[in-house]
């Protein structure tokens, strides 16, 4: 592998080539100019995700890949430097699928595990990170109503009055809509259920003044936005 060359690659063909390897150079590369404080800290990130979930897969992938991709495109498509976001994009899912083993608790309600390990994000990496993984990660569903109507409620009133959260949600929303052609057709079909009726709130959540983005980043995003509406019709469809 010719290191450089993953700069000038999209992130999926640098996972279908190269895999996880792949995706960690590319992000070093990416940090290459940031201060040393803040690549500490982000490297100290990714540690943790890579513990935290080394056992998990995305289908045909480690779970590391899809933490990997969400950064990488914050800063490379998104123009983002803020150490923070970017911490909070490597562990976005880490209180929602490892709460006791980030708090390192062993039993707890669901209140009490997330609690703990919010307040062990806020330890290591500031409140600010904390309190942004809070913005992103999934309540406790009722069982008694609709699962993906009750994700895309709480998509929508979490990210209202939080525009960095925005950004986060949305490079995790591109890496699931657009990369949905990158699984199985089942798979596929359960995301694109999921995922199709969020397009619009997304939309406007990017559109608006306070989303901390560039005019060229929101129009990207808005273009991938409209790829995966494109996929998720091929696949509901179709």
Not at 21 to 39: D, I, Q, V, Y
Not at 54 to 68: G, I, K, Q, T
Request: net charge negative.
């Amino acid at each position: 592998m010719a290191p450089r060359m993953l700069l000038s690659m999209p992130l999926h063909a640098i996972t279908e080539v190269y895999g996880e390897a792949g995706l960690r150079e590319r992000l070093l590369l990416e940090l290459e100019t940031f201060p040393e404080a803040e690549r500490e800290q982000l490297t100290e990130a990714l540690d943790l995700a890579a513990r935290l979930h080394a056992n998990d897969r995305r289908v045909r992938e480690p779970y590391l890949n899809h933490l990997l991709r969400v950064a990488i495109r914050i800063i490379k498509y998104y123009g983002v430097r803020d150490v923070d976001v970017l911490t909070a994009a490597l562990l976005h899912d880490a209180v929602e699928d490892h709460p006791g083993e980030l708090a390192g608790l062993s039993s707890g309600s669901h209140f009490e595990l997330t609690e703990a390990a919010i307040a062990e994000l806020a330890r290591r990496f500031g409140p600010r990170v904390a309190e942004l993984v809070r913005a992103v990660t999934n309540p406790e569903y009722d069982p008694e109503r609709d699962r993906h109507e009750q994700y895309r409620a709480h998509v929508a009133a979490s990210l209202e009055n939080d525009p960095w959260a925005r950004v986060i949600k949305v490079s995790d929303f591109t890496d699931n809509g657009v990369g949905v052609v990158h699984t199985t057709l089942d798979k596929a079909v359960r995301a694109a259920t999921k995922y199709r009726p969020l397009v619009p709130k997304l939309r406007e959540l990017v559109g608006r003044p306070d989303t901390p983005l560039s005019i060229a980043a929101k129009d990207h995003i808005m273009d991938q936005l409209d790829l995966a509406e494109e996929r998720f019709a091929a696949i509901l469809d179709g």
